[in-house]
């Protein structure tokens, strides 16, 4: 995501703009184990790695076939329709 993209999801949220497509996918975050509660809203949990494959399995350090969570405000990035999880999830 770039910087656009990011003051376009705060924006969104901001204005309660495509509420109904945030909680659907927000629904889907919640069941990851990269999904965190923060004091500024749930993030995607950029200190853990997810399996690719099975989208289940995570690791707190670096390994083949995992991806790092990305860190996004996860209130702002389910905002926009084109924003997508590192896992397609």
Partial sequence: MGLIDIISGHVNEAINKNEDLSEKRLAV?????LYKETPMGP???????????????YSDRPKIG????????????TRLAHARCLVNK
């Fill in 66 to 77: 995992y991806r790092k969570g990305c860190g996004c405000r996860l209130s702002a990035k």
């Fill in 29 to 33: 975050c919640k069941e990851c184990p």
């Fill in 43 to 57: 993030i995607c949990n950029p200190r853990l790695y997810i399996n690719e494959n099975n989208k289940t399995d």
